[in-house]
């Protein structure tokens, strides 16, 4: 079974400093990994996901992710984050089960 | 592009009473995942179906059942609610056929407030 874990329960950040959020898991398994993020009264949306290939995986709103195996990471970064990234970040894991396990979540709050 | 659609968006039921809720999986999905998310908290599987048929099982209470009809909806059925059942319910599906590690997509959540 696959577990992730999110470190850091909030992460304050300037807007248009950059960012990085950090998710680790643990498999015996190929584990594949996503992000999602969840706004305010709002469902869970697909940010990016690694499944295979390269490591460096691009998503949506300028968000990048790097799968590292000998670490077992899959931070989640962007360069320069906006107002508008303030939102609650999920990594999650999937093996050869269906379901999706989630990280507990890191809040990002950019300010000005 | 189609989402995953849930209704209702918001419940308010007292304790004891019953609840349905209700997901219409995107077109050509196979597989709807039942999560719930207490506040403050990360999404708790509770409950998967793969081409009507029960996939896998979580954290899910005997109070609670759910199904996959054949037009590829779900209903979540909840009885004898507790306080401690107020959370945000999301439905989720995917395309297994396609790709059994295809992403999940969800919707955007029931909220459940039982007093």
């Known amino acids: 079974a696959q577990s992730v874990t999110q470190l850091d329960s909030q992460v304050p950040v300037f807007e248009e400093a950059p960012v990085e959020l950090r998710c680790n898991y643990s498999s015996s398994v190929s584990v594949y990994l996503f992000w999602y993020v969840q706004y305010p009264n709002q469902g869970l949306q697909l940010l990016l996901k690694y499944l295979s290939g390269s490591t460096l995986v691009k998503g949506i709103n300028g968000f990048e992710a790097e799968f590292n195996k000998s670490q077992t990471s899959f931070h989640l970064r962007k360069p320069s984050v906006h107002i508008s990234d303030t939102a609650e970040y999920f990594c999650?894991?999937?093996?050869?089960?269906?379901?999706?396990?989630f990280g507990t979540g890191t809040r990002l709050q950019v300010t000005l | 592009a189609a989402g995953v659609i849930q209704s209702p968006r918001h419940l308010i039921k007292e304790k004891r009473e019953t609840a349905t809720l209700k997901c219409y999986p995107i077109?050509?999905?196979?597989?709807v995942y039942w999560y719930q998310q207490g506040p403050g908290q990360d999404p708790q599987f509770l409950i998967s179906?793969?081409?009507?048929?029960?996939?896998d099982k979580g954290s899910i209470p005997d109070r609670f059942s759910a199904q996959q009809f054949s037009d590829y909806h779900s209903e979540l059925n909840m009885s004898s609610l507790e306080l401690g059942d107020s959370a945000l319910y999301f439905c989720?599906?995917?395309?297994?056929?396609?790709?059994?590690?295809?992403?999940?997509?969800f919707g955007n959540g029931t909220r459940l407030t039982v007093t």
């Open positions: 077109p050509r999905h196979d597989t």
């Open positions: 179906f793969y081409e009507k048929m029960q996939s």
């Open positions: 999650a894991a999937r093996g050869t089960a269906s379901k999706l396990t």
């Open positions: 989720a599906s995917s395309r297994t056929s396609a790709s059994y590690n295809s992403p999940l997509h």
